[in-house]
């Protein structure tokens, strides 16, 4: 049913939007090395492949350009565990498709920076930024995230965030942060443990992101481990992890008609 409801609104926006030039950007981390136990283990990170690649074909399928932005404007790198066919369930081809787009577009390959994503900022109708423990060593510190998070904010442009990305609200103070009060989702507690414990097989600096989100005031929902889960309040989509991409592209792609009938009016 999920399924037919999405198919049901990318056939709707292609038939909206296939004559506009409209854009979504992606921000994705650049980071490729993450510290764990206060320095004393590496372990190689980045952006996790379907929460990029799952959003991209929703946007894409739906009639949007996309562009993509990245600290220093350098390429992104994929975290191999991403890679593992455990995250895509009954989406193998899916896979083998954005295996093949990370190594042969042009447009992945060659990202602007944020500085130049900040110029540009009025040109997107909607932001998305994936998942994945890269951004929590990068992006996370990188005082451009507040900027364009508020432009889009301040806009009620469709702002979009990933599993581990929600927790780059926290990157707006909070006498200034628009989200304050949102209903939010975000990777959960339990499954924060299974990933430094299982996975990683290490604790990274900057994790309890549920609790940050709700310290700083947001209204934090879950659902279990590995569910298909994402939670809309207004303009801002926020999903819970490598496993609820069909959830994310169908309240995302409501967010951008939302938007897209406002702001023809």
């Given at each position: 049913?999920?399924?037919?409801?999405?198919?049901?609104?990318?056939?709707?926006?292609?038939?909206?939007?296939?004559?506009?030039?409209?854009?979504?950007?992606?921000?994705?981390?650049?980071?490729?090395?993450?510290?764990l136990n206060?320095?004393?283990?590496?372990?190689?990170?980045?952006?996790?492949?379907?929460?990029?690649?799952?959003?991209?074909?929703?946007?894409?399928?739906?009639?949007?350009?996309?562009?993509?932005?990245?600290?220093?404007?350098?390429?992104?790198?994929?975290?191999?565990?991403?890679?593992?066919?455990?995250?895509?369930?009954?989406?193998?081809?899916?896979?083998?498709?954005?295996?093949?787009?990370?190594?042969?577009?042009?447009?992945?390959?060659?990202?602007?920076?944020?500085?130049?994503?900040?110029?540009?900022?009025?040109?997107?109708?909607?932001?998305?930024?994936?998942?994945?423990?890269?951004?929590?060593?990068?992006?996370?510190?990188?005082?451009?995230?507040?900027?364009l998070l508020?432009?889009?904010?301040?806009?009620?442009?469709?702002?979009?965030?990933?599993?581990?990305?929600?927790?780059?609200?926290?990157?707006?103070?909070?006498?200034?942060?628009?989200?304050?009060?949102f209903k939010?989702?975000?990777?959960?507690?339990?499954?924060?443990?299974?990933?430094?414990?299982?996975?990683?097989?290490?604790?990274?600096?900057?994790?309890?992101?549920?609790?940050?989100?709700?310290?700083?005031?947001?209204?934090?929902?879950?659902?279990?481990?590995?569910?298909?889960?994402?939670?809309?309040?207004?303009?801002?989509?926020?999903?819970?992890?490598?496993?609820?991409?069909?959830?994310?592209?169908?309240?995302?792609?409501?967010?951008?008609?939302?938007?897209?009938?406002?702001?023809?009016?």
């Amino acid at each position: 049913m999920k399924n037919i409801t999405l198919i049901s609104i990318i056939m709707l926006f292609t038939t909206y939007c296939s004559s506009q030039s409209k854009k979504i950007l992606f921000v994705m981390s650049a980071e490729d090395t993450i510290q764990l136990n206060n320095g004393s283990k590496l372990r190689q990170t980045g952006v996790f492949l379907n929460e990029f690649y799952l959003a991209y074909k929703s946007v894409t399928d739906a009639g949007y350009k996309v562009e993509f932005a990245t600290p220093n404007g350098i390429q992104s790198t994929i975290d191999y565990e991403s890679k593992n066919d455990n995250y895509w369930k009954d989406k193998l081809e899916i896979k083998n498709e954005a295996l093949v787009f990370i190594d042969t577009s042009t447009q992945f390959k060659n990202p602007i920076s944020l500085d130049k994503a900040i110029k540009r900022k009025a040109q997107y109708s909607g932001l998305i930024i994936p998942g994945g423990q890269g951004l929590m060593v990068d992006l996370i510190y990188d005082k451009k995230i507040p900027i364009l998070l508020k432009h889009f904010a301040d806009e009620k442009k469709p702002t979009g965030l990933i599993c581990h990305a929600p927790i780059l609200i926290t990157t707006i103070p909070k006498t200034e942060n628009p989200y304050i009060g949102f209903k939010v989702n975000a990777v959960s507690p339990l499954e924060e443990f299974v990933i430094e414990k299982f996975i990683m097989k290490g604790k990274p600096k900057n994790r309890k992101i549920a609790k940050t989100l709700r310290r700083l005031g947001l209204k934090y929902k879950r659902r279990l481990p590995k569910a298909n889960f994402a939670v809309k309040d207004r303009h801002l989509v926020t999903s819970q992890n490598p496993y609820s991409g069909d959830a994310f592209s169908i309240l995302f792609l409501q967010a951008l008609s939302e938007y897209t009938i406002i702001s023809e009016k």
